[in-house]
C-alpha cells in the first residue's frame, strides 16, 4: 500500500533554533502535500499545501518566512520551523492523496520548543 | 469556510455496544472522511464517502448529502476501537484542497 514517511516523530529543540521535518512518499509520486498542525485539545487545522516544483500555498494566518516549505522532488516535502518558540509547540502531520488510496498520513512529529 | 461539527465530543461505552458518532457540515463538499486517530498521534483513514452508506468489517458510515450528516457506526464495540474519531470534510472534487476537520469524538470502550 501507499505509504507515507515523517520524520522526526519527535523532537524537542531550544527556543530560537529551526527545526526541519521530513515526509517522503514511498512507492508512489506526490506532486502535493499537505501539512497541518494540531493544537493539545483542538482539531487538526490545515497549515499549508505543498507543490512539487512550484511555491507552497499557505492558509490565512500562517507565517510562511517562520515555516518554510520545500518540495523539491516528487517524493519529499519539508517544513522547517525557523527560529521556534514555545507557542510554536504542537503536533504536525503531513498528507498525501497517491492514487486510488485516499488521503494517507503520516506519522506525526510532536515538537516541543524548550 | 465549511464549518465541522462532532457529537458526542466524548462517549465511554461498554464492550459489545453499537456506537454512533454523528457529523454535520455547512457548505457542499465533495467527500467527507472518517478518520481515527491513536493515542501516538498517527492517524488512519477510515472511510471516504461521497454518498450513500460504506462498511468495513465493524464499521459503518453513512452520509446524507441533502441534509449536510454523516455517522459512524461501530458494532460489537472492543477495547481496542478506542481512539480518537475525526470527521472531515474536502471540497475539491480533484483532491486537490487539505482537508477540513471536526474536534473528534474521544471513544473509550471499556471491558
Known amino acids: 500500500g501507499a505509504v507515507v514517511s515523517q520524520h522526526p516523530s519527535w523532537v524537542i529543540c531550544k527556543s530560537g533554533t529551526s527545526v526541519k521535518i521530513e515526509c517522503r512518499s514511498l512507492d508512489f509520486q506526490a506532486t502535493t502535500m499537505f501539512w497541518y498542525r494540531q493544537f493539545p485539545k483542538q482539531s487538526l487545522m490545515l497549515m499549508a499545501t505543498?507543490?512539487?516544483?512550484?511555491?507552497?500555498?499557505?492558509e490565512q494566518g500562517v507565517e510562511k518566512d517562520k515555516f518554510l516549505i520545500n518540495h523539491a522532488s516528487l517524493t519529499l516535502s519539508t517544513l522547517t520551523v525557523t527560529s521556534a518558540h514555545p507557542e510554536d509547540s504542537s503536533f504536525y502531520i503531513c498528507?498525501?492523496?497517491?492514487?486510488?488510496?485516499?488521503?494517507?498520513f503520516g506519522s506525526g512529529t510532536r515538537l516541543t520548543v524548550v | 469556510k465549511n464549518e465541522v461539527e462532532q457529537s458526542p465530543q466524548n462517549l465511554t461505552a461498554q464492550e459489545g455496544e453499537f456506537i454512533t458518532i454523528n457529523c454535520s457540515y455547512s457548505v457542499g463538499i465533495s467527500a467527507l472522511h472518517w478518520l481515527q486517530q491513536h493515542p501516538g498521534g498517527g492517524i488512519v483513514s477510515l472511510f471516504m464517502l461521497s454518498s450513500g452508506k460504506k462498511k468495513h468489517g465493524r464499521l459503518i458510515a453513512t452520509i446524507n448529502i441533502q441534509e449536510k450528516h454523516s455517522s459512524l457506526h461501530i458494532t460489537a464495540s472492543h477495547p481496542r476501537d478506542s481512539a480518537v474519531y475525526i470527521c472531515a470534510v474536502s471540497t475539491s472534487g480533484g483532491g486537490a484542497d487539505g482537508l477540513t476537520f471536526g474536534k473528534g469524538t474521544h471513544l473509550i470502550i471499556q471491558p
Open positions: 498528507s498525501a492523496i497517491p492514487a486510488n488510496y485516499g488521503y494517507t
Open positions: 505543498s507543490n512539487e516544483g512550484s511555491k507552497a500555498t499557505y
